[in-house]
Antibody
């Protein structure tokens, strides 16, 4: 069965960076885009960007350009999202999620990783 | 940027029908996907490509899309349907866009 298993919760200070991992299993990792979506406490879903695990190509939401880096390691079917220069308003649950097409639905989601930014 | 607008809340009695709208400019020309999210859980896809259901999603969930409004309809609402619901599209200028979200309360 398809599974996306994310790394554990993180607590970071303002200005630091965080790197979240997402290990995929149960499907061909390179056959699906991997998206990163975040959700601040009590707020809605916010798309951050996606990576094509086959080519490594990325597309980032304009809001995060220059602060986010998405990478992958195909040998271990794992995607990564690194967010730098953290601020308190980056406190959120970060999800990885896959889709087969750019225009397609996101059909499986990771369990989420809580990132808390606090001094 | 492309904006999707949903009502903040919808209340419905058990057994009745809940309709959740998602408004966007010419949304009828796009494929709309809907997600259900219960507290403390990851979102779950309930409708994709306007009106298709993933396996395991009850037939009570249906979708439509025309003009400037897409609609998720939940028939014969049950207590377990209480959740937040989000619409989502891909737009050529904004890429992936999520709606503002609707909290469905079962009375």
């Amino acid at each position: 069965q398809v599974q996306l298993v994310q790394s554990g919760a993180e607590v970071k200070k303002p200005g630091a960076s965080v790197k979240v991992s997402c290990k995929a299993s149960g499907y061909t990792f390179t056959g699906y885009y991997m998206h990163w979506v975040r959700q601040a406490p009590g707020q809605g879903l916010e798309w951050m960007g996606r990576i094509n695990p086959n080519s490594g190509g990325t597309n980032y939401a304009q809001k995060f350009q220059g602060r986010v880096t998405m990478t992958r390691d195909t040998s271990i079917s794992t995607a990564y999202m690194e967010l730098s220069r953290l601020r308190s308003d980056d406190t959120a649950v970060y999800y990885c999620a896959r889709s087969q097409r750019i225009t397609g639905a996101i059909d499986y989601w990771g369990q989420g990783t809580l990132v808390t930014v606090s001094s | 940027s492309y904006v999707l607008t949903q009502p903040p809340s919808v209340s419905v009695a058990p057994g009745q029908t809940a309709r959740i709208t998602c408004g966007g400019n010419n949304i009828g020309s796009k494929s709309v996907h809907w997600y259900q999210q219960k507290p403390g859980q990851a979102p779950v896809l309930v409708v994709y490509d306007d009106s298709d259901r993933p396996s395991g999603i009850p037939e009570r969930f249906s979708g439509s899309n025309s003009g400037n409004t897409a609609t998720l309809t939940i028939s014969r609402v049950e207590a377990g349907d209480e959740a937040d619901y989000y619409c989502q599209v891909w737009d050529s200028s904004s890429d992936q866009v999520f709606g503002t979200g609707t909290k469905v309360t079962v009375l």
